[in-house]
């Protein structure tokens, strides 16, 4: 399963949009590229999920580029509530399983 | 998605002692898997509970420390077995679902925090 690598933690204020971008060098054909989002207490949650260019929901936008070799999960306006983990993932599906890395810690502030 | 319940939500343990942790789902899957998060860490796989057979663990993990049950496609079991400290972190449970993107993603249970002293 494909490594992925991202910041340990990054800032931001209320109203602003973060980008968190995620390397993922060795990613297969057949990988897709997952994001989840976890709350101190509570189990990842997932958010949105992309095979490449752009994909986006109520919550969030992912922009894949021609490589696939990176992702960026976009999360327009923040707000306190933003506040959490927030984890990269490739893998097939096929198994079932997936990895997780470090994740990036996003606080926002007032 | 599907819902999953966790039992106990969290527990006080004694070192030496044995946990069994409840993974209950509101459908029927064909894999359930377990993971661990330490403090502070991120999530590590433990292993996955196939139903009719036995479980499939993660390096450096093993049966005899964490027994799995999954006696039917909505039910499991982890056990901690013969805890010390090191063993304190959240248990999850998971299930695969559908992404957007119709890949598999996972569902989480709410997790079982526990504490050995």
């Known amino acids: 399963l494909a490594k992925t690598t991202q910041p340990i933690s990054m800032d931001s204020y209320e109203g602003q949009e973060v980008n968190i971008t995620c390397s993922h060098n060795?990613?297969?054909?057949?990988?897709?590229i997952t994001w989840y989002q976890q709350f101190p207490s509570q189990g990842p949650r997932f958010i949105i999920q992309?095979?490449?260019t752009k994909v986006t929901n109520e919550v969030a936008s992912l922009f894949i580029p021609a490589d696939r070799k990176s992702s960026t999960l976009s999360l327009p306006r923040v707000s306190l509530s933003d506040t959490a983990v927030y984890y990269c993932?490739?893998?097939?599906?096929?198994?079932?399983?997936?990895?997780f890395g470090q994740g990036t810690t996003l606080q926002v502030k007032p | 998605s599907a819902v999953i319940s966790q039992k106990p939500s969290r527990d006080i343990c004694q070192r030496g002692t044995s946990l069994t942790i409840q993974c209950q789902v509101d459908?029927?899957?064909?894999?359930m898997f377990w993971y661990r998060q330490q403090p502070g860490q991120s999530l590590t796989l433990i292993a996955t509970?196939?139903?009719?057979?036995?479980?499939?663990?993660e390096s450096g993990f093993v049966i005899d420390k964490f027994p799995i049950s999954r006696p039917n496609l909505t039910f499991s079991t982890l056990t901690v077995s013969n805890m010390s400290p090191e063993d304190s972190s959240i248990y999850l449970c998971?299930?695969?679902?559908?992404?957007?993107?119709?890949?598999?993603?996972?569902?989480f249970g709410a997790g079982s925090r526990l504490t050995v002293l």
């Open positions: 993932l490739v893998g097939s599906g096929n198994t079932g399983k997936l990895i």
């Open positions: 992309g095979y490449k």
């Open positions: 459908s029927q899957v064909t894999m």
């Open positions: 509970a196939n139903q009719g057979s036995e479980a499939t663990y």
């Open positions: 998971s299930v695969p679902g559908q992404g957007n993107s119709g890949a598999n993603v996972l569902t």
């Open positions: 060795n990613i297969a054909t057949n990988d897709y």
